[in-house]
């Protein structure tokens, strides 16, 4: 399977405990992105990255988030200290390296991690 | 503030019967448009990427086209199958200091397609 992998696809924590979600990117694509979809919402950027750098974390709540995206493994988001509004569905996207600020960027994404927090 | 809205945010269409879902878009430099659909439960899929105002991309029954202001996909005499949420995102210019390559999503339009 060559497609954007997440795991776990349902997780449920109890308010306070950490969530891990975990993403591996399609074969040959070195740039990560995490959206966050909440009930009956649109999806939210949340943050960008591409190996052992984090480039954009401006939808990042300032707070209790954090992703990485090491030289080996995949990708990671997790979540300290979970609370019920952290309850949604996280979309990890892949997309190829690029060159230039024009360069054609298609971003494919996971199935999706949905976080139920009790 | 670069936005994207979509409508109608529901559509219901009998099998055959071809309509057209519209996104309008603000954003002061524009990389791209993307069209992509969600069935419940899993992840966005991507469909088309448009470019340049004038630009048109068609897939089976479906084809989107591009203005300066707004997109549309057309559906030509859709198919039960064809029932899904259709999402469109921008992503803007590589050129501004505050791009990357994050996409800016609608609501989306929830299509539902009866025999």
């Known amino acids: 399977n060559a497609g954007v992998m997440q795991n776990p696809r349902h997780l449920v924590r109890r308010r306070g405990q950490e969530a891990r979600l975990r993403c591996s990117p399609m074969?040959?694509?070195?740039?990560v992105y995490w959206y966050r979809q909440l009930p009956e919402e649109g999806l939210k950027f949340m943050v960008y990255?591409?190996?052992?750098?984090?480039?954009?974390e401006s939808g990042m709540p300032k707070e209790r988030f954090s992703a990485e995206f090491p030289k080996e493994g995949p990708s990671i988001l997790r979540i300290q200290q979970v609370v019920r509004g952290d309850s949604a569905a996280y979309f990890c996207?892949?997309?190829?390296?690029?060159?230039?600020?024009?360069?054609?960027?298609?971003?494919?994404f996971g199935a999706g991690t949905r976080l139920s927090v009790l | 503030e670069d936005q994207v809205t979509q409508s109608p945010e529901a559509l219901r269409l009998q099998e055959g019967e071809s309509s057209s879902l519209n996104c309008s878009y603000t954003?002061?430099?524009?990389?791209?448009l993307f069209w992509y659909r969600q069935d419940p439960g899993k992840g966005p899929e991507f469909l088309f990427t448009?470019?340049?105002a004038g630009e048109e991309k068609e897939k089976e029954r479906l084809k989107a086209t591009l203005t300066k202001k707004e997109s549309f996909l057309h559906i030509t005499a859709p198919k039960p199958e064809d029932s899904a949420t259709y999402l469109c995102?921008?992503?803007?210019?590589?050129?501004?200091?505050?791009?990357?390559?994050?996409?800016?999503f609608g609501s989306g339009t929830r299509l539902l397609v009866r025999p």
């Open positions: 074969k040959g694509h070195s740039h």
């Open positions: 954003v002061s430099g524009l990389r791209g």
């Open positions: 996207a892949s997309s190829p390296l690029l060159a230039g600020f024009l360069a054609k960027n298609i971003q494919y």
């Open positions: 990255l591409q190996k052992e750098n984090i480039i954009d």
């Open positions: 995102a921008v992503q803007a210019d590589g050129r501004r200091m505050d791009s990357s390559y994050k996409l800016i």
């Open positions: 448009l470019y340049s």
